[in-house]
């Protein structure tokens, strides 16, 4: 057991580290300790005689005049002097390409819904990311149900806005992905007819449990401006 | 090549200069002669293109020894569906009139030490390459790394313990004694 104390030490030594007084009494009455330093120490010369030989080999005489012609053939066109510029560009085309996507992406299909009353009830977002005609997100002809477009999204909350009174920025109203979007506008459009009521909202096929971040989601109507004719006949 | 003509002559003084230096460091990750040779061909390269800031002689074997050590290590991470090194590490063995088997337990032996070595952290790794490269003392080794003496020295002490450690199974099974 007193051995095992001074193993450590031990490869200390052997890696050049003087022998401390204690490892060194311990040696001078311990045979096995001392066969043990002797050990380690062949070990290195075996690693250190490995590594010399390794790297004192030469290259073959070829290798400069290898460098040499590479060197030379290296194209220092422009591109190539202002490589170090692609990936900000490379960055910058897909920051441009994310950006038109967004922008450019066509709205979900879209539940029918029974809006026949006249209730302040949950709403459908008419234009999930969607722009209107002439690339506004004005439908052509704003309807009661289509001013009630619009919805506050669980985690990013959509603007409640005056359909009529403003101009309607073309950007989604709330950014979740493409397939939140859907469930969410089926969960919605499944509370409207009834058929569900918020706290069990959920999908068919997944248990409530894992939606409960859907089932807290804040469905508030919008207020509801009627729509003005002087503001709107001079937009 | 885009350099003018005193930095051509400044960087051909380099390659005739480091050339065997990048080779070596290459040759130590991969024990491939013409691997290592590409290594130091590609890191040459590189280097011409950041020649203008790399005139300081020191300062270029030392970016030329961190690249070299980096384009190796990442050559071989790409090669490890190829076979082990252990033919063509025999490439660089002297040659020896020895039996069969004398030699099956060098190639034996060579490889477990670079198994060993293999292992260490990059940084004791680089630190062992360098030292065990003839002509480096510690100071040298500190100047190519841009590391204090001190520095050097630890981590050339820590490689060496764990070498040790590592490998004394090695000599205590192998008759070496």
């Known amino acids: 057991m007193a051995c095992e104390r001074f193993r450590d030490a031990l490869a200390d030594v052997a890696a050049g580290e003087p022998a401390p007084a204690g490892v ?10 001392r066969a043990d330093l002797a050990a380690l120490r062949r070990a290195l010369a075996v690693a250190d005689a490995e590594m010399a030989g390794l790297l004192a080999v030469e290259p073959t005489t070829e290798l400069a005049v290898r460098i040499r012609q590479a060197v030379a053939e290296s194209d220092p066109s422009p591109g190539r002097r202002f490589g170090w510029l692609w990936p ?13 996507v967004v922008l450019g992406r066509t709205p979900l299909p879209e539940p029918r819904v029974a809006m026949d009353a006249p209730r302040p009830d949950p709403v459908i977002p008419r234009d999930f990311g969607g722009t209107g005609p002439e690339g506004s997100a004005v439908p052509a002809d704003p309807s009661p149900a289509d001013a009630n477009a619009g919805a506050r999204g669980g985690r990013v909350p959509a603007r409640s806005r005056s359909v009529g009174r403003h101009a309607i920025p073309a950007e989604p109203e709330v950014l979740v992905s493409p397939g939140e979007a859907e469930a969410l506008l089926r969960l919605v459009a499944l509370v409207h007819r009834e058929r569900l009521t918020p706290p069990v909202l959920g999908v068919a096929g997944q248990p409530s ?5 859907l089932a807290l989601i804040d469905i508030k109507p919008l207020e509801i401006v009627p729509l003005d004719p002087a503001e709107t006949s001079g937009t | 090549m885009s350099l003018g003509p005193a930095l051509e002559r400044e960087f051909e003084e380099r390659v005739v200069d480091s050339s065997t230096l990048a080779f070596r460091v290459a040759l130590s990750v991969l024990r491939h002669r013409e691997d290592a040779e590409d ?4 890191a040459f390269l590189r280097a011409q293109r950041a020649f203008a800031l790399l005139r300081d002689r020191d300062r270029f074997r030392a970016w030329l020894v961190r690249t070299a050590f980096r384009l190796a290590l990442d050559r071989l991470r790409g090669e490890k569906r190829r076979a082990r090194r252990e033919d063509a590490v025999a490439i660089d063995a002297p040659v020896r009139s020895e039996s069969v088997e004398d030699a099956a337990a060098r190639a034996e032996l060579r490889a477990r030490v670079a198994e060993a070595v293999d292992a260490l952290p990059e940084k004791l790794r680089i630190v062992t390459v360098l030292a065990a490269i003839q002509e480096h003392d510690v100071a040298s080794v500190a100047r190519l790394l841009d590391l204090p003496e001190g520095t050097v020295k630890s981590r050339l002490h820590l490689a060496r313990k764990a070498l040790a450690e590592r490998l004394r199974w090695l000599v205590s099974d192998s008759g070496t004694r």
Do not use: F, G, M, Y
């Open chain 2, 39 to 42: 290594v130091a061909q590609e």
């Open chain 1, 209 to 213: 449990a894992d939606l409960a971040e």
């Open chain 1, 24 to 33: 060194h009494a311990h040696l001078a009455s311990c045979e096995a300790c």
């Open chain 1, 88 to 100: 900000a560009v490379a960055a910058a085309a897909t920051l441009l390409v994310a950006l038109a």
